[in-house]
């Protein structure tokens, strides 16, 4: 059955920073988190995801701010933050179901790449029930209970990695121990989610790549920004609009008339009718 994939960067796209409500609940200066200490480790040379992993891992243990830390606290944690969505979460995807549902033999799916954490987003009841598969930074708790190693790190092309992954069909347990199998030669015509019927949504530096490879594909990219902040309006402008990496950028809000919410139904909606007319299964 012919696919529409709908992806979602997770912090500050869906909801505001997950990783600063967590390091804000056991009282971290995330002021300082973000804006002194991720920077100085970014001017040494790290990747900023691995630069923010570094630091909270520096943070977890006896007698540490963070304690021991471990995947099932981040999931418990994730849980907490229900309530914290954008305006229009989760109605959003249901609409979104409601809309093809009477278009014969298409389906929508929803999937969250993010250099967020992966045990954290999972936790979410809404992300259980919703999301197809979520692709985000892990953390490895096997040696002590607690969380020590990076396991895997989602920075800027890695995000693309997994955009390749939905494309190619290929399940998620498979690729976490068989990671070379994105780089399987796959004809187009046999891939599960072609390009063109997937779209795109993020705020970030780190969501560009996917922008541009959504884009050049066939698939339709949104920009989404935090009204009232004239850096991040700046941003949706330098970075996204004027280079045509998106369609359009907006404020995070997905009820059915504000603007990405409504965008988000039309392009849905139409990539589905598109794919119904060229099978002749209108």
């Known amino acids: 059955m012919p696919v529409v994939a709908v992806v979602f960067d997770f912090d500050d796209t869906l909801m505001p920073d997950s990783t600063t409500a967590l390091l804000s609940s056991?009282?971290?200066?995330?002021e300082e988190f973000w804006r002194e200490r991720a920077p100085e480790l970014v001017s040494k040379g790290y990747d900023p995801p691995m630069a923010y992993l570094r630091l909270m891992l520096d943070l977890v243990g006896?007698?540490?701010?963070?304690?021991?830390?471990?995947?099932?606290?981040?999931?418990?944690?994730?849980?907490?933050?229900?309530?914290?969505?954008?305006?229009?979460?989760?109605?959003?995807?249901?609409?979104?179901?409601?809309?093809?549902?009477?278009?014969?033999?298409?389906?929508?799916?929803?999937?969250?790449?993010?250099?967020?954490?992966?045990?954290?987003?999972?936790?979410?009841?809404?992300?259980?029930?919703?999301?197809?598969?979520?692709?985000?930074?892990?953390?490895?708790?096997?040696?002590?209970?607690?969380?020590?190693?990076?396991?895997?790190?989602?920075?800027?092309?890695?995000?693309?990695?997994?955009?390749?992954?939905?494309?190619?069909?290929?399940?998620?347990?498979?690729?976490?121990?068989?990671?070379?199998?994105?780089?399987k030669d796959m004809p187009e015509n046999t891939r599960r989610v072609p390009f063109t019927n997937m779209i795109y949504a993020g705020d970030g530096l780190t969501d560009?790549?996917?922008?541009?490879?959504?884009?050049?594909?066939?698939?339709?990219?949104?920009?989404?920004?935090e009204p009232g902040s004239l850096s991040s309006a700046k941003k949706a402008f330098q970075e996204f609009l004027q280079t045509g990496r998106v369609v359009s950028s907006h404020a995070p809000r997905f009820r059915a008339d504000d603007e990405l919410g409504s965008l988000l139904r039309v392009a849905v909606s139409t990539k589905a009718g598109d794919i119904a007319v060229r099978r002749g299964t209108v």
């Open 208 to 225: 560009i790549p996917c922008f541009s490879l959504v884009q050049k594909n066939g698939g339709t990219a949104f920009g989404i920004f």
């Open 62 to 183: 006896d007698g540490k701010p963070l304690g021991r830390l471990s995947n099932a606290q981040l999931a418990e944690f994730g849980k907490t933050l229900d309530n914290q969505y954008f305006v229009g979460v989760p109605d959003v995807f249901d609409d979104l179901k409601a809309l093809i549902r009477d278009i014969r033999d298409v389906s929508v799916e929803f999937y969250i790449v993010s250099s967020g954490l992966q045990d954290l987003i999972t936790g979410s009841e809404i992300v259980q029930n919703y999301f197809s598969g979520v692709y985000a930074c892990q953390l490895d708790d096997e040696d002590d209970g607690y969380v020590k190693h990076v396991k895997r790190c989602v920075t800027f092309t890695e995000k693309t990695r997994f955009l390749f992954e939905i494309n190619k069909g290929i399940m998620q347990a498979d690729s976490a121990t068989q990671p070379g199998l994105v780089n």
């Open 26 to 30: 056991f009282q971290i200066d995330v």
